[in-house]
């Protein structure tokens, strides 16, 4: 799970902490495993998001109790469901010379999330009837 083979021993680690602290949060946890375990990125930077996806799959299937959560998730995609939206479906039955020039770019609710295609896929994109 999360690229990471769990042993025996580890599972009882595991299993122990979430048991033996259940006062703690998620975070704190998940910070402890990676020390517990010296589970790091190639960078050297602790992998807590991995080890709090683990525990999360791991108490979705019964295998473990974590304290509840304290706070909403911080990231955006979760704090609200996604609008609602309705795309044509009428089928396209032109031809791509019919149609003209297309362009790609990417969406997002948020501008500085916003990237531009690299300019050398637009030229092949571009190019292309």
Request: glycine share 6%; proline share 9%.
């Amino acid at each position: 799970m999360q690229g990471r083979r769990i042993e025996p021993l580890e599972w009882l680690q595991l299993r122990a902490l979430v048991a033996n602290h259940p006062e703690w949060s998620r975070y704190r946890l998940s910070r402890e495993l990676c020390v517990l375990w010296n589970w790091r990125t190639a960078t050297g930077q602790w992998k807590d998001m991995a080890a709090r996806t683990l525990m999360r799959k791991l108490a979705q299937r019964g295998w473990i109790q974590l304290p509840a959560r304290r706070g909403p998730s911080p990231n955006r995609h979760r704090l609200a469901p996604p609008p609602a939206r309705s795309w044509p479906t009428t089928p396209i039955t032109s031809s791509l010379a019919d149609l003209g020039s297309l362009r790609i770019s990417e969406v997002s609710r948020q501008v500085e999330g916003r990237a531009e295609l690299p300019r050398r896929f637009r030229r092949r994109l571009e190019g292309r009837t």
